[in-house]
């Protein structure tokens, strides 16, 4: 479950993100590795544990063993959910889009990209 907390703002504190090697990440499931189970885990692990509110102003609730998918797919689609309530919280903003995005494409919406929003 995820819940707007009221107007998003974009994290100041660059130390509450954990870097992530996405590239060590693989739809393989021959070829997952503790490794990639470990990077789930502290991703999901940031999620619940609130450090996404500053950033999103949402709070997720979701499964703990969503980590254990070794696809990765139900985190994607909590990611994805993430993503998409944020622009929901930004519909009176042009749902986030960034400045100079094609309104006739697809953008990514996240509030990194909020600087350049054409709303």
Same mark, same amino acid.
């Given at each position: ?31 997952? =590795?503790?490794?990639? /189970?470990?990077?789930? %885990? ?5 999620? +619940?544990? !609130?450090? #996404? ?35 929901? =919280?930004?519909?009176? /903003?042009?749902?986030? %889009? ?5 309104? +006739?494409? !697809?953008? #990514? ?11």
């Amino acid at each position: 479950m995820i819940a707007s907390g009221g107007e998003s703002q974009a994290c100041k504190r660059k130390d509450r993100c954990a870097p992530i090697d996405l590239l060590t990440l693989n739809d393989n499931l021959g070829k997952q =590795t503790e490794k990639q /189970h470990q990077i789930r %885990r502290v991703m999901l692990d940031h999620i +619940l544990n !609130g450090q #996404i509110e500053a950033r999103y102003g949402l709070r997720v609730q979701a499964p703990k063993n969503l980590a254990d998918d070794p696809s990765g797919d139900q985190l994607d689609a909590v990611l994805c959910a993430i993503q998409a309530a944020w622009a929901w =919280t930004m519909r009176e /903003h042009g749902y986030g %889009r960034p400045c100079g995005a094609d309104p +006739l494409e !697809g953008w #990514i919406a996240d509030p990194s990209l909020r600087q350049t929003a054409l709303f």
